[in-house]
């Protein structure tokens, strides 16, 4: 029995299909076809049900599934306590959301890259809950996002705050005096989703204080909202440290609120059964470059 073999059956079961673990291997359907065979003739039991149109494992495909999973995160944990930085090799699946994206995350891959320049690094950018479900169904090994969701099957460690504030088109609003919550959510509002870390965030907000805005643009894009927002279509919560630029030149305005917004926690979450030197590595060097104040961030200085 050999690892190619156990990876053939984990991706074959994880991604449900014998060409997905193909890509996912970088190799041939033959290939991955032929790994399967060797293992179902070494002990001489179908691994796989072929009469349906997808591949799906049988009661002992199912057993060697949980114990491939086993023995491949044994054999990746044994490497990783084994080899030097230089030399380790793994891909990394990084997952992020839109403003990581969009500030620090090349900072991050920098570091990795130099303290691990054999390790691949896949970043995956996507909306919070569906990050959170690719973790859980280990589509990736680690994602930052926002810090609301309590779920036991998940370690995480804080990263950074990010301060966001009300804006709109300069003219918009009266940008003159400080506005109840209440009578903000009488105008139109542009807000991210219930697939949003942010989104959940802000609506579990107005909820604890009563509003139920009804005059209201959904996105799950912040590119999308910033746009919507620069158009002078409505009012939205939306980073301000990372917008200066566009504010010091009077594409947006920021408008004063009572109460004011809460800081959103952006968190470094992966499974809790998950032990990896190397993940914990990643992790502080997320820490150590965690920067939501600049857009588009190429260097560390």
């Given amino acids: 029995m050999t690892f190619k ?6 991706w074959i079961g994880q991604l449900g299909g014998f060409s997905q673990a193909a890509r996912k291997l970088h190799t041939t359907q033959s290939a991955v076809s032929k790994r399967v065979q060797e293992l179902e003739q070494l002990f001489d039991t179908a691994l796989f049900d072929r009469s349906q149109r997808s591949a799906r494992l049988t009661e002992k495909g199912e057993e060697m599934f949980v114990l491939a999973k086993k023995l491949l ?6 490497a990783e306590q084994f080899s030097r930085p230089e030399v380790f090799e793994r891909r990394v699946r990084i997952g992020v959301t839109e403003l990581t994206a969009m500030t620090w995350l090349p900072r991050l891959v920098d ?3 130099r303290h691990y320049p054999k390790v691949i690094i896949e970043p995956d950018v996507d909306m919070s809950v569906h990050l959170r479900d690719k973790l859980l169904s280990d589509q990736v090994d680690l994602i930052i996002a926002p ?4 779920d036991a099957r998940l370690s995480r460690k804080q990263l950074g705050k990010v301060e966001n504030a009300w804006m709109c088109k300069p003219g918009t609003v009266s940008a003159t005096k400080v506005m109840r919550i209440h009578e903000l959510a009488n105008h139109r509002l542009l807000t991210q989703g219930d697939k949003s870390g942010t989104g959940l965030a802000y609506n579990r907000w107005f909820q604890s204080l009563g509003i139920q805005p009804t005059n209201t643009i959904i996105s799950n894009s912040l590119v999308a909202l910033i746009g919507l927002t620069v158009s002078g279509l409505g009012v939205s919560y939306l980073p301000r440290q990372c917008l200066e630029p566009m504010l ?3 594409m947006l305005e920021i408008i004063r609120s009572t109460p004011a917004l809460p800081d959103a926690t952006y968190a470094a979450m992966y499974k809790s059964d998950v032990h990896s030197t190397l993940i914990s590595s990643i992790v502080m060097l997320a820490q150590e470059c965690c920067d939501y104040t600049k857009m588009f961030q ?3 200085l």
């Fill in 5 to 10: 073999q156990l990876e053939a059956v984990y």
């Fill in 73 to 78: 995160a044994q054999r990746d944990a044994a």
């Fill in 111 to 113: 570091l990795i890259q």
């Fill in 147 to 150: 810090d609301v969701f309590e």
């Fill in 248 to 250: 010091k030149s009077g």
């Fill in 298 to 300: 190429t260097q560390n």
